[in-house]
Protein backbone atom coordinates (compact mmCIF):
# COMPACT_ATOMS: atom_id res chain seq x y z
CA UNK A 1 0.00 0.00 0.00
CA UNK A 2 2.26 2.52 1.33
CA UNK A 3 6.72 1.95 0.87
CA UNK A 4 8.83 4.18 1.42
CA UNK A 5 12.59 4.06 0.21
CA UNK A 6 15.63 6.28 1.56
CA UNK A 7 13.64 9.28 2.39
CA UNK A 8 15.29 11.62 3.44
CA UNK A 9 14.00 15.44 3.96
CA UNK A 10 16.06 18.49 6.07
CA UNK A 11 14.37 21.30 7.20
CA UNK A 12 16.95 24.00 8.51
CA UNK A 13 18.97 21.97 11.01
CA UNK A 14 16.38 19.66 11.30
CA UNK A 15 16.57 16.23 8.96
CA UNK A 16 15.34 13.32 8.59
CA UNK A 17 17.27 10.66 7.32
CA UNK A 18 17.13 7.55 5.17
CA UNK A 19 13.85 6.54 6.26
CA UNK A 20 12.12 3.35 5.02
CA UNK A 21 9.16 1.66 5.74
CA UNK A 22 6.33 -0.77 4.23
CA UNK A 23 2.53 -0.19 5.65
CA UNK A 24 0.40 -2.82 4.17
CA UNK A 25 -3.33 -2.04 2.48
CA UNK A 26 -6.53 -1.40 5.23
CA UNK A 27 -3.55 -1.64 8.16
CA UNK A 28 -3.40 0.62 11.56
CA UNK A 29 0.15 1.76 11.75
CA UNK A 30 1.26 4.04 14.20
CA UNK A 31 4.37 6.40 14.30
CA UNK A 32 5.74 6.21 17.89
CA UNK A 33 8.90 8.28 19.13
CA UNK A 34 9.22 11.31 21.95
CA UNK A 35 8.56 15.16 20.44
CA UNK A 36 10.90 16.32 18.14
CA UNK A 37 11.92 12.77 16.71
CA UNK A 38 10.15 14.01 12.85
CA UNK A 39 6.91 11.97 12.93
CA UNK A 40 4.79 15.08 12.17
CA UNK A 41 7.01 15.77 9.65
CA UNK A 42 7.18 12.56 7.83
CA UNK A 43 3.41 12.54 8.11
CA UNK A 44 3.31 15.67 6.23
CA UNK A 45 5.54 14.40 3.69
CA UNK A 46 3.62 11.08 2.72
CA UNK A 47 0.67 14.21 2.28
CA UNK A 48 2.70 16.33 -0.28
CA UNK A 49 3.08 19.20 2.30
CA UNK A 50 6.75 18.58 2.36
CA UNK A 51 9.59 18.28 -0.48
CA UNK A 52 11.95 15.10 -0.07
CA UNK A 53 15.18 15.91 -0.97
CA UNK A 54 15.71 12.28 -1.99
CA UNK A 55 14.37 8.97 -1.45
CA UNK A 56 10.96 7.96 -3.56
CA UNK A 57 7.17 7.14 -1.59
CA UNK A 58 4.88 4.78 -3.07
CA UNK A 59 1.56 4.47 -2.50
CA UNK A 60 -0.43 1.31 -4.52
CA UNK A 61 3.29 0.79 -6.39
CA UNK A 62 2.30 4.07 -8.12
CA UNK A 63 5.78 6.96 -7.43
CA UNK A 64 3.20 9.96 -5.72
CA UNK A 65 7.10 11.15 -4.58
CA UNK A 66 6.67 14.54 -7.23
CA UNK A 67 3.10 14.40 -6.89
CA UNK A 68 0.84 17.61 -5.55
CA UNK A 69 -1.03 16.41 -2.21
CA UNK A 70 -4.72 16.42 -3.78
CA UNK A 71 -3.73 14.13 -6.10
CA UNK A 72 -2.11 11.44 -3.84
CA UNK A 73 -5.60 10.45 -2.13
CA UNK A 74 -4.21 10.77 1.19
CA UNK A 75 -5.94 12.78 4.09
CA UNK A 76 -4.34 14.49 7.40
CA UNK A 77 -5.80 15.15 10.46
CA UNK A 78 -4.10 17.88 12.86
CA UNK A 79 -4.16 17.40 16.88
CA UNK A 80 -5.53 21.48 16.47
CA UNK A 81 -8.33 19.89 13.65
CA UNK A 82 -7.36 22.98 11.42
CA UNK A 83 -11.30 23.44 10.75
CA UNK A 84 -12.06 26.53 9.13
CA UNK A 85 -13.79 28.71 12.06
CA UNK A 86 -16.24 30.77 9.71
CA UNK A 87 -17.79 27.69 8.07
CA UNK A 88 -20.47 25.62 9.42
CA UNK A 89 -19.53 22.07 10.58
CA UNK A 90 -21.60 20.68 7.41
CA UNK A 91 -19.54 23.15 5.32
CA UNK A 92 -16.12 21.86 6.95
CA UNK A 93 -17.28 18.08 5.84
CA UNK A 94 -18.12 19.03 2.51
CA UNK A 95 -14.76 21.28 1.64
CA UNK A 96 -12.60 18.85 0.10
CA UNK A 97 -15.53 16.80 -1.86
CA UNK A 98 -15.39 19.60 -5.06
CA UNK A 99 -11.63 18.92 -5.27
CA UNK A 100 -12.24 15.30 -5.89
CA UNK A 101 -14.89 15.27 -8.44
CA UNK A 102 -17.45 13.34 -6.31
CA UNK A 103 -21.45 13.89 -8.17
CA UNK A 104 -24.04 15.44 -5.42
CA UNK A 105 -25.48 11.84 -4.37
CA UNK A 106 -22.43 10.24 -3.61
CA UNK A 107 -21.61 13.00 -1.76
CA UNK A 108 -25.17 13.00 0.06
CA UNK A 109 -24.69 9.40 1.15
CA UNK A 110 -21.57 9.71 1.99
CA UNK A 111 -22.10 12.56 4.45
CA UNK A 112 -25.33 10.78 5.51
CA UNK A 113 -23.19 8.05 6.45
CA UNK A 114 -20.67 9.82 8.32
CA UNK A 115 -22.79 11.98 10.21
CA UNK A 116 -24.46 8.95 11.76
CA UNK A 117 -21.62 7.13 11.96
CA UNK A 118 -19.92 9.85 13.86
CA UNK A 119 -22.83 11.22 16.10
CA UNK A 120 -22.22 14.58 14.56
CA UNK A 121 -25.86 15.32 13.22
CA UNK A 122 -27.03 17.66 16.02
CA UNK A 123 -23.77 19.32 15.28
CA UNK A 124 -23.83 20.16 11.22
CA UNK A 125 -25.43 24.04 11.61
CA UNK A 126 -22.77 24.64 13.68
CA UNK A 127 -19.68 26.79 14.17
CA UNK A 128 -16.58 24.75 14.87
CA UNK A 129 -15.58 27.86 17.93
CA UNK A 130 -18.63 26.07 19.79
CA UNK A 131 -17.75 22.59 19.81
CA UNK A 132 -15.50 20.70 22.49
CA UNK A 133 -12.17 19.14 22.08
CA UNK A 134 -14.66 15.84 21.49
CA UNK A 135 -16.77 16.94 19.14
CA UNK A 136 -14.07 19.28 16.73
CA UNK A 137 -12.32 15.77 16.89
CA UNK A 138 -15.20 13.98 15.45
CA UNK A 139 -15.61 16.76 12.69
CA UNK A 140 -12.20 16.69 11.09
CA UNK A 141 -12.60 13.17 11.21
CA UNK A 142 -15.90 13.41 8.99
CA UNK A 143 -13.76 16.06 6.82
CA UNK A 144 -10.97 13.86 6.57
CA UNK A 145 -13.53 10.88 5.51
CA UNK A 146 -15.77 12.62 3.38
CA UNK A 147 -13.40 12.46 0.19
CA UNK A 148 -13.03 8.28 0.76
CA UNK A 149 -9.31 8.43 1.00
CA UNK A 150 -7.32 5.48 0.48
CA UNK A 151 -5.09 6.79 3.53
CA UNK A 152 -5.77 8.83 6.31
CA UNK A 153 -2.89 10.45 8.53
CA UNK A 154 -3.35 11.04 12.19
CA UNK A 155 -1.16 13.81 13.79
CA UNK A 156 -1.80 12.72 17.47
CA UNK A 157 -5.56 13.11 17.28
CA UNK A 158 -6.06 12.27 20.91
CA UNK A 159 -3.25 14.23 22.80
CA UNK A 160 -5.54 17.24 23.23
CA UNK A 161 -8.56 15.69 25.21
CA UNK A 162 -9.45 14.62 28.25
CA UNK A 163 -9.52 10.94 29.44
CA UNK A 164 -13.35 10.56 28.79
CA UNK A 165 -13.09 12.08 25.52
CA UNK A 166 -9.99 10.59 24.61
CA UNK A 167 -11.73 6.89 25.01
CA UNK A 168 -14.80 8.13 23.08
CA UNK A 169 -12.59 8.67 20.15
CA UNK A 170 -10.39 5.77 20.34
CA UNK A 171 -13.04 3.43 20.25
CA UNK A 172 -13.86 5.06 17.50
CA UNK A 173 -10.95 5.14 15.31
CA UNK A 174 -10.82 1.54 15.91
CA UNK A 175 -14.24 1.04 14.64
CA UNK A 176 -14.00 3.35 11.58
CA UNK A 177 -10.64 1.36 11.07
CA UNK A 178 -12.53 -1.96 11.04
CA UNK A 179 -16.01 -0.89 8.90
CA UNK A 180 -13.51 0.95 6.00
CA UNK A 181 -11.13 -0.07 3.96
CA UNK A 182 -8.79 2.91 4.37
CA UNK A 183 -5.35 2.35 5.77
CA UNK A 184 -4.84 4.56 9.03
CA UNK A 185 -1.42 5.75 9.65
CA UNK A 186 -0.96 7.64 13.19
CA UNK A 187 1.01 9.21 15.06
CA UNK A 188 1.74 9.39 18.90
CA UNK A 189 4.01 9.58 21.95
CA UNK A 190 1.72 7.17 23.99
CA UNK A 191 2.65 3.71 23.51
CA UNK A 192 -0.64 2.97 25.11
CA UNK A 193 -2.85 4.04 22.41
CA UNK A 194 -0.96 2.27 20.16
CA UNK A 195 -1.29 -0.92 21.62
CA UNK A 196 -4.74 -0.64 22.08
CA UNK A 197 -5.06 0.23 18.09
CA UNK A 198 -3.00 -0.52 15.31
CA UNK A 199 -1.62 -3.92 14.51
CA UNK A 200 1.91 -2.82 13.34
CA UNK A 201 3.85 0.86 14.24
CA UNK A 202 7.76 1.84 14.35
CA UNK A 203 10.00 3.96 16.63
CA UNK A 204 11.77 7.15 15.65
CA UNK A 205 14.32 8.71 17.23
CA UNK A 206 16.35 12.62 15.67
CA UNK A 207 14.89 12.01 12.37
CA UNK A 208 15.36 8.01 11.88
CA UNK A 209 13.47 4.54 12.06
CA UNK A 210 15.13 3.16 15.16
CA UNK A 211 12.57 -0.49 14.55
CA UNK A 212 9.50 -1.39 12.84
CA UNK A 213 7.58 -4.64 13.34
CA UNK A 214 4.28 -5.60 15.03
CA UNK A 215 2.94 -4.35 18.13
CA UNK A 216 4.01 -7.49 20.10
CA UNK A 217 7.75 -7.60 18.42
CA UNK A 218 8.69 -3.62 19.54
CA UNK A 219 7.01 -4.11 23.18
CA UNK A 220 8.72 -7.50 23.83
CA UNK A 221 11.38 -7.68 21.33
CA UNK A 222 12.59 -3.94 21.46
CA UNK A 223 16.21 -3.79 19.21
CA UNK A 224 18.09 -0.50 21.24
CA UNK A 225 18.11 0.49 24.44
CA UNK A 226 16.60 3.46 23.19
CA UNK A 227 13.50 1.84 21.96
CA UNK A 228 13.83 -0.66 25.34
CA UNK A 229 13.57 3.02 27.36
CA UNK A 230 10.11 4.16 25.43
CA UNK A 231 8.10 1.15 25.56
CA UNK A 232 8.95 0.82 29.40
CA UNK A 233 11.28 -1.34 30.05
CA UNK A 234 12.84 0.83 32.96
CA UNK A 235 15.57 -1.98 34.07
CA UNK A 236 18.10 -1.33 31.39
CA UNK A 237 21.60 -2.33 31.98
CA UNK A 238 24.77 -2.78 29.83
CA UNK A 239 26.09 -6.56 29.99
CA UNK A 240 28.42 -8.92 29.39
CA UNK A 241 27.40 -12.25 27.77
CA UNK A 242 28.93 -15.97 28.58
CA UNK A 243 26.24 -18.67 27.23
CA UNK A 244 23.04 -18.34 29.10
CA UNK A 245 24.64 -15.72 31.36
CA UNK A 246 24.49 -12.42 31.63
CA UNK A 247 27.36 -10.54 33.94
CA UNK A 248 25.46 -6.84 34.72
CA UNK A 249 27.91 -4.83 37.16
CA UNK A 250 28.61 -7.69 40.02
CA UNK A 251 25.83 -9.22 39.40
CA UNK A 252 25.05 -12.34 37.54
CA UNK A 253 21.44 -13.11 35.59
CA UNK A 254 20.65 -16.51 34.32
CA UNK A 255 18.54 -15.91 30.84
CA UNK A 256 17.66 -18.32 27.76
CA UNK A 257 19.69 -18.63 24.87
CA UNK A 258 23.29 -17.12 23.94
CA UNK A 259 23.28 -13.61 22.98
CA UNK A 260 25.24 -13.34 19.45
CA UNK A 261 27.50 -10.69 20.54
CA UNK A 262 30.21 -10.82 23.98
CA UNK A 263 29.08 -7.11 24.91
CA UNK A 264 25.44 -5.64 25.37
CA UNK A 265 22.48 -4.91 27.39
CA UNK A 266 19.90 -6.74 29.16
CA UNK A 267 15.98 -5.22 29.84
CA UNK A 268 13.49 -6.10 32.44
CA UNK A 269 9.66 -4.70 32.93
CA UNK A 270 9.25 -3.50 36.02
CA UNK A 271 6.32 -5.79 36.61
CA UNK A 272 8.46 -8.87 35.67
CA UNK A 273 10.67 -7.91 38.75
CA UNK A 274 8.56 -10.00 41.93
CA UNK A 275 9.12 -8.53 45.61
CA UNK A 276 8.95 -10.62 48.53
CA UNK A 277 9.78 -10.07 52.06
CA UNK A 278 11.20 -13.36 52.60
CA UNK A 279 13.01 -15.60 49.85
CA UNK A 280 10.73 -17.30 47.67
CA UNK A 281 10.48 -21.04 46.77
CA UNK A 282 10.42 -20.85 43.48
CA UNK A 283 11.72 -21.31 39.56
CA UNK A 284 12.61 -17.99 38.88
CA UNK A 285 16.36 -18.15 38.57
CA UNK A 286 17.18 -14.74 39.41
CA UNK A 287 16.61 -13.55 42.98
CA UNK A 288 18.83 -10.67 44.46
CA UNK A 289 18.34 -8.58 48.28
CA UNK A 290 18.33 -5.13 48.03
CA UNK A 291 16.70 -1.98 50.11
CA UNK A 292 13.87 0.18 48.95
CA UNK A 293 15.35 3.34 47.83
CA UNK A 294 12.07 4.92 47.08
CA UNK A 295 8.43 4.36 46.55
CA UNK A 296 6.07 6.84 43.70
CA UNK A 297 3.04 6.69 43.39
CA UNK A 298 1.49 5.93 39.88
CA UNK A 299 -2.38 6.40 40.57
CA UNK A 300 -3.28 2.69 39.97
CA UNK A 301 0.05 1.36 41.01
CA UNK A 302 3.58 1.70 42.92
CA UNK A 303 7.33 2.59 41.29
CA UNK A 304 9.58 0.94 43.91
CA UNK A 305 13.30 1.43 43.81
CA UNK A 306 15.72 -1.18 45.44
CA UNK A 307 19.03 -0.85 45.28
CA UNK A 308 21.07 -4.06 45.08
CA UNK A 309 24.76 -3.41 45.32
CA UNK A 310 26.01 -1.34 42.63
CA UNK A 311 22.69 -1.44 40.56
CA UNK A 312 18.72 0.38 40.62
CA UNK A 313 16.11 -1.90 40.00
CA UNK A 314 12.66 -0.28 39.05
CA UNK A 315 9.69 -2.84 40.24
CA UNK A 316 5.92 -2.12 39.78
CA UNK A 317 3.57 -3.09 42.25
CA UNK A 318 -0.19 -2.44 43.13
CA UNK A 319 -1.64 -0.88 45.66
CA UNK A 320 -2.70 -3.84 47.45
CA UNK A 321 0.40 -5.50 47.09
CA UNK A 322 2.73 -2.83 48.46
CA UNK A 323 -0.03 -2.42 51.74
CA UNK A 324 0.93 -6.42 52.17
CA UNK A 325 3.76 -6.13 51.80
CA UNK A 326 4.57 -3.18 54.01
CA UNK A 327 7.14 -1.75 51.83
CA UNK A 328 8.30 1.47 53.28
CA UNK A 329 11.39 3.15 52.07
CA UNK A 330 14.53 2.17 53.93
CA UNK A 331 12.87 -1.70 54.52
CA UNK A 332 15.19 -4.78 53.08
CA UNK A 333 13.36 -6.85 50.39
CA UNK A 334 14.07 -9.61 48.25
CA UNK A 335 13.39 -9.31 44.12
CA UNK A 336 12.78 -12.20 41.66
CA UNK A 337 13.01 -12.45 38.11
CA UNK A 338 12.02 -14.87 35.87
CA UNK A 339 15.04 -15.88 33.11
CA UNK A 340 12.37 -15.38 30.42
CA UNK A 341 11.49 -12.00 31.15
CA UNK A 342 15.42 -10.69 30.71
CA UNK A 343 15.78 -9.08 27.22
CA UNK A 344 18.81 -9.34 25.42
CA UNK A 345 20.00 -6.92 22.29
Do not use: W
Not at 152 to 170: G, H, M, N, T, Y
Not at 214 to 221: K, L, P, T
Not at 290 to 295: A, E, K, M, N, P
Amino acid sequence: MIRIEGLNIHLGEFHLVDIALSIEENQFFVLMGPTGAGKTVLLETIAGLVPARSGRIFMNGRDITRQPPERRGISIVYQDYALFPHLSVKKNIMYGVHFRGMDRETARKRFTDLVEQLDIGHLIRRKPTTLSGGELQRVALARALMVNPDVILLDEPLSALDPVFREDIRLMLKNLHQTSKTTFLMVTHDFAEALSLADCGAIMNRGRIEQTGSMEDIFSRPASAFVADFVGMKNIFSARFEDEKAFAGEHLFAITGQHDNDTGYIAIRPEDIVLSNELLDSSMRNTFSGTVLRIIDQGFSYEVHIRTDDIIFKSMVTKSSLFELGIREGNEIFLSIKASAIHVF
